[in-house]
Nanobody, 123 residues
Framework: QVQLVESGGGLVQAGGSLRLSCAASGRTFSTYVMGWFRQAPGKERAFVAAITGSGGSTYYVDSVKGRFTISRDNAKNTLSLQMNSLKPEDTAVYYC????????????????WGQGTQVTVDS
């Protein structure tokens, strides 16, 4: 089992940047596929990006490609999401999540979730 705690959210102007972090507990962090999701007010939670256990492969939904970068540091049990060129439509609660490495990287079936961190992009 893994416990996840996000940080780094906040208020930013459109066009600005934020870096989210997710601290994971446990000794097997590198065995998990890690992902970021977000939930905007009144909307379903949506998949944003994922990264393999080694960090060698990543996946992004089209709306964030070229603007967001997912990365991980297995030595520090941390996951990051660098968000650049932020838009008001990026406003949401962002969640990190973990799952076993089954299936394709685009799979959204995650097992463990953090509590979320709020990102607000002001126009």
């Amino acid at each position: 089992q893994v416990q996840l705690v996000e940080s780094g959210g906040g208020l930013v102007q459109a066009g600005g940047s934020l870096r989210l972090s997710c601290a994971a507990s446990g000794r097997t962090f590198s065995t998990y596929v890690m992902g970021w999701f977000r939930q905007a007010p009144g909307k379903e939670r949506a998949f944003v990006a994922a990264i393999t256990g080694s960090g060698g492969s990543t996946y992004y939904v089209d709306s964030v490609k070229g603007r967001f970068t997912i990365s991980r540091d297995n030595a520090k049990n941390t996951l990051s999401l660098q968000m650049n060129s932020l838009k008001p439509e990026d406003t949401a609660v962002y969640y990190c999540a973990a799952r076993r490495p089954w299936g394709v990287l685009a799979s959204t079936a995650y097992d463990y979730w953090g509590q979320g961190t709020q990102v607000t992009v002001d126009s």
